[in-house]
């Protein structure tokens, strides 16, 4: 935890209204589906834009809930933001909305500034105009990742007082709206709390990210694309373990505190790949082994980071957290869950896909 003076650490805050930005997409889906069935007495709003990566469809057991609404819109709209605040009045943001691909970020860095700064500086203005003089206490959680740190060598973690290096688009973007988020408590009082989370993986993510990517090809026998040598490692995080995670903070941490979330499952691309290959092989009861032949390396992406770790034992020891999926289960009950909802998979892969795809890929030597 990085504490930067807050003097209301641990008191418990129960929020009545809560903005939720972005959470038609893969990890903010997951957090409405958890948190507004534990917390029926909370009014959750689910602002979304539905670009490319957000899907209502993975809120369908929830959308009749009594105590969720979905706002159509922009965050990048400020008078959408003030009539929301004003018909709401949301005592807390969870801010997920974000253009999150390296690779997206990397063909088109214009897209990830627009919404991952400017959008986060439009909604904190929005915040801090609606709670200017309010009773009670009020939380803006920004959701961040552990790229705003750079790269790690093959030993070591972040830290929360890790100093911020940024090497791609994306993750320059997340950390500028790290800054502005932590700015606007310096500047304007406005109380604040960041997560910065570690990979995530499991229901509802869009195809663009490995897993799924690996998931999907291999059910139709497409080759399956490996930057470099796929030596680079990576911590991986069920998403059902982040979001348990997510509401701790918000409902448990002082405000102007930080917190990395990380699944401590470090593993090498190549050999998640294969993992994944073996585990579709098994439940899909082809021969062991099959489908690693689809494996077909490519040119690595530039500026690619070679390992990212977060030390994640001060929201363990302090807020009680823990994952408690390991990643061979996890992996299991994930490859499972795509095999078992091939209409959702084959529902969001239309032509702009395609064409992201091939675009991604093709140039790399892939079909």
Do not use: C
Not at 161 to 185: C, E, M, N, Q, W
Not at 191 to 216: A, C, D, H, M
């Amino acid at each position: 935890m990085r504490d930067d003076s807050s003097d209301d650490v641990f008191k418990m805050f129960n929020p009545s209204s809560v903005l939720v930005t972005g959470g038609a997409g893969f990890i903010g889906s997951n957090y409405l589906l958890h948190a507004v069935r534990a917390h029926p007495q909370t009014r959750y709003v689910n602002l979304d834009a539905l670009t490319y990566a957000g899907n209502l469809a993975n809120l369908a057991d929830i959308e009749g809930a009594p105590n969720y609404s979905f706002a159509h819109g922009d965050i990048n709209d400020s008078d959408l933001l003030a009539r929301l605040f004003d018909e709401y009045g949301f005592d807390a943001v969870v801010h997920f909305a974000a253009e999150s691909h390296v690779d997206r970020s990397i063909l088109n860095p214009t897209a990830f500034v627009t919404t991952n700064v400017h959008g986060t500086l439009v909604l904190l203005q929005a915040a801090r105009e609606a709670w200017e003089g309010a009773d009670g206490p009020r939380r803006f959680h920004h959701v961040s990742t552990d790229e705003v740190f750079g790269s790690l060598g093959s030993e070591g973690h972040f830290t929360a007082d890790t100093t911020y290096a940024p090497r791609s688009p994306y993750a320059a973007s997340k950390a500028a709206a790290d800054h502005l988020v932590r700015a606007f408590g310096t500047t304007y009082g406005l109380p604040w709390v960041i997560t910065n989370t570690s990979n995530n993986y499991g229901p509802y993510q869009f195809p663009e990210k490995l897993i799924p990517l690996v998931i999907r090809n291999a059910m139709t026998g497409a080759p399956i694309p490996v930057y470099g040598k796929g030596e680079n490692v990576r911590d991986w995080l069920h998403v059902e373990d982040h979001v348990d995670a997510l509401d701790r903070v918000l409902h448990q941490a002082g405000t102007r505190s930080t917190w990395l979330i990380g699944g401590d499952q470090e593993i090498s691309n190549l050999e998640l790949v294969h993992m994944l290959l073996d585990e579709v092989d098994r439940a899909t009861d082809k021969e062991a082994g099959t489908s690693r032949n689809l494996v077909r390396f490519v040119t690595d992406r530039p500026g690619h980071d070679f390992r990212y770790a977060l030390d994640s034992s001060p929201i363990q020891k302090e807020l009680g957290w823990r994952p408690k999926h390991d990643l061979a289960s996890g992996i299991a009950a994930t490859v499972s869950w795509y095999l078992n909802n091939a209409a959702w998979m084959n529902a969001i892969l239309g032509g702009d896909y395609r064409d992201y795809y091939k675009m991604q890929y093709g140039s790399r030597g892939m079909n």
